[in-house]
């Protein structure tokens, strides 16, 4: 076997599907289709239990005497760790804190996003964990998507404003017979303004081959909250 005294560290409640994981490939195809699942990740193979170690709020790994704590921060999902690195005092958001595409760097820094993907997207969750994050004073950020982004304070505030903004969107979408074209068109124009205050100048349409996936995913994730 590779790595056979690898240990995988998890949110409690994503250990279960680590274990077992077709009902989380059941819920990602459903979002990405079978075959861009198979095509992107191949197949995914259940861990053995006694190799998972479940990370309760503030679990510790000492990584040849690097501290690395697990913060519980739901909002993009209920079993949402980030990795505190402390020494450095950076942190490994997962999607927590936003999205962040180097296409959309300007003089004025990194541009960021919120991701509201399906399913399970908390607004008020997402603000508290983004807020317990910055109380850290993190130096910077650690992105899944993608890279370090500094200026955390200011992007912090970005991603305040966008997620009420996008909240306010969909309520304002929800009675609309088309509502999902709504959401799609309403989060593009609203991005791309954002992108154009941030200094960007390639226009909305660029900006739909550069995030129109993730513009959909967000929309999807919002319709998904406003049905509970």
């Known amino acids: 076997a590779q790595l056979p005294n690898a240990k995988l560290v998890v949110h409690p409640r994503g250990a279960r599907h680590m274990i077992d994981p077709s009902k989380l490939w059941a819920g990602a195809s459903a979002v990405y289709g ?3 699942m198979e095509k992107t990740y191949g197949r995914l ?3 053995p239990a006694e190799r998972v170690i ?3 709020d503030g679990y510790e790994v000492d990584l040849a005497g690097r501290t690395l704590r697990c913060l519980d921060t739901p909002g993009h999902a209920r079993h ?5 690195d402390v020494r450095n005092n950076v942190c490994f958001t997962g999607d927590v804190f936003g999205l962040s595409y180097r296409d959309f760097d300007t003089a004025n820094g990194p541009f960021i996003l919120p991701t509201t993907s399906p399913v399970q997207f908390d607004p008020e969750a997402l603000h508290a964990s983004i807020h317990r994050l910055l109380a850290l004073n993190p130096a910077a950020m650690y992105l899944t998507h993608y890279g370090r982004v500094e200026d955390v304070e200011r992007l912090a505030a970005d991603l305040h404003t966008q997620i009420d903004a996008m909240v306010a969107i969909a ?3 929800n009675s609309k017979h088309d509502r999902h074209a709504v959401l799609l068109d309403d989060l593009a124009s609203f991005y791309a303004g954002r992108a154009a205050a941030h200094g960007w100048t390639k226009g909305r ?4 081959e550069l995030i129109g996936m993730d513009i959909e995913l967000n929309a ?3 319709e998904v909250w406003l049905g509970r």
């Open 171 to 173: 309520l304002a979408a």
């Open 54 to 56: 479940e990370a309760t």
């Open 205 to 208: 349409e660029a900006l739909g």
């Open 34 to 36: 079978d075959e861009v």
């Open 220 to 222: 999807q994730g919002l």
């Open 80 to 84: 949402h760790n980030t990795v505190h």
């Open 45 to 47: 193979k259940p861990i």
